[in-house]
């Protein structure tokens, strides 16, 4: 990548139990690419094998709550009775030096950031059926039956929403996900607004 060339900021979102997750690790493991994970703030407690500053930065809800009145959010959202929000330190500066800033947050955030970053690519992972979802939420084992139900309530709700995003990805396969998001990459480096200026001399109207 030439050094004048600015990384693009790559949200990741969807329903809750989508995969999003995993999908981005896989992402992260595909070599070759400058990614960059922006980890997320969160009041949620630490679950078992996270790492502070690596999963997430876990702060108290007196922490967060400052962090909202200066300022310090790109955007956050409050997620069954917690709040998630992306630090927005270091963003800009990543993308200046030509990294490809990935996100991973819900669907209320990734609206937030559409609003905010118009260049960013808005990517909704979608389940292959309603009923895949459901099996995924089920078998995850993390969640007791109230909360199953709550999270597929909420996901019919954000399902029209993926028209809001540029592209869908379906998570058939998490490795076959990953692959069409860096083909997604691959497509907006080359688009001609984004490209055009660096052949501008070649490729000028005379
Ligand atoms: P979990 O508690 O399972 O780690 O995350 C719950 C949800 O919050 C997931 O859908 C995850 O993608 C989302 N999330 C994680 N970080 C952020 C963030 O910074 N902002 C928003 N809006 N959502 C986030």
């Known amino acids: 990548m030439k050094l004048n060339e600015r990384g693009l900021l790559v949200v ?7 995969g999003k997750g995993t999908v981005r690790k896989a992402l992260f493991e595909i070599e070759g690419h400058d990614l960059v994970y922006s980890i997320s703030m969160t009041t949620r407690p630490p679950r078992e094998g996270e790492v502070d500053g690596e999963d ?10 400052r962090r909202i009145k200066e300022d310090k959010f790109l955007e956050y959202a ?7 929000g992306t630090p927005k330190d270091k963003i800009d500066e ?24 118009k260049d960013g690519v808005f990517i909704f ?7 895949a979802l459901f099996r995924r939420l089920l078998r995850r084992g993390t969640e007791n039956p109230k ?3 709550n999270r597929m309530d909420k996901a019919e709700r954000e399902f029209p929403l993926a028209h809001k995003y540029d592209y869908i ?10 692959d069409r998001i860096i083909a997604i990459i691959r497509a907006e480096h080359a688009k001609t607004e984004r490209a055009i200026y660096k ?6 109207v005379k």
């Open 12 to 18: 990741i979102s969807g329903p809750s139990g989508v």
């Open 78 to 84: 409050e997620f069954v009775g917690n709040y998630y």
């Open 147 to 149: 909360s199953i139900q």
């Open 125 to 131: 992972i979608a389940p292959p059926t309603k009923e």
């Open 199 to 204: 052949y501008k001399e070649m490729l000028e």
């Open 94 to 117: 990543q993308i200046d030096l030509g990294k490809e800033v990935v996100l991973e947050i819900e669907v209320q955030g990734a609206l937030q950031v559409r609003e905010k970053a």
């Open 56 to 65: 997430y930065y876990f702060v108290s809800k007196e922490e967060f709550e």
């Open 169 to 178: 990805v379906v998570n058939d396969e998490v490795t076959n996900a990953a």
